[in-house]
């Protein structure tokens, strides 16, 4: 079981080459991953539990608690959220693997391009780090292209990691550090987990139809 605190914007649209010279700053360069495919079980009313598949991987997250609206710095508001989080494998060598469609309107497939930037939150100081090896407490700062039913999203996240405590307060200090230069556009209208993300996605769709 893994608590979490995190919060996180969906934006339409690829992440705009600004964007990405502020994500790419520093002094310690962000880690990319490969493309990679993420199966959600979309829920039409629950927003509070997210599954996934990846590979063998399988993830369940619930939201334990929701802290509201925050004024994270300067033209960057956002939901603080807490999360708890457990991962099973899968047996992928005796096909225990399921087989998924979207078409059964029960599973959906995001495909992810993600870079990351890690802090350390171990003192007073906000210190970026390579691996979240390197520290007992920090967080983790996501920019992740998305690409869901033939659309592309692009997300900016941040996501804590060991025993940390004060959610607002930690999200604030970390968001008023990493956007001393850069003032997105984020706003609370666009904070929100992956579930209500894939259930905001299906209501465009339904008043764009």
């Known amino acids: 079981m893994h608590p979490t605190i995190e919060v996180r914007w969906f934006l339409a649209g690829r992440a705009s080459a600004e964007m990405r010279r502020w994500f790419e700053r520093g002094a310690i360069a962000p880690t990319e ?14 927003a509070s539990l997210g599954v996934k598949l990846r ?8 939201r334990l608690h929701h802290a509201g609206i925050q004024q994270l710095a ?12 457990w991962e099973f494998s899968l047996d992928s060598e005796n096909n225990d693997l ?3 469609d979207q078409s059964d309107g029960f599973w959906v497939l995001v495909k992810k391009e993600r870079c990351s930037k890690y802090y350390s939150l171990a ?4 210190e970026p780090i390579e691996t979240p090896a ?24 941040l996501e804590t990691f060991g025993n940390v405590t004060q959610p607002a307060a930690t999200s604030k200090r970390v968001m008023q550090h990493v956007f001393t230069d850069f003032k997105p556009n984020l706003k609370a209208a666009h904070s929100f987990g992956y579930p209500h993300w894939l259930q905001e ?4 769709q339904k008043t764009a139809g």
Do not use: M
């Open 123 to 126: 003192t007073d100081e906000i």
């Open 201 to 204: 996605i299906q209501r465009l």
């Open 134 to 157: 390197q520290a007992a407490q920090g967080c983790t700062l996501e920019l992740t292209e998305l690409r869901v039913w033939d659309q592309s999203w692009h997300s900016v996240g």
């Open 74 to 85: 300067q033209d960057v508001q956002g939901q603080v959220e807490t999360w708890v989080k």
């Open 55 to 62: 590979d063998s991987n399988l993830e369940i997250k619930q």
């Open 98 to 100: 399921p087989q998924f």
């Open 33 to 46: 991953e490969g493309l990679r495919e993420d199966w959600y079980l979309y829920s039409v009313e629950n």
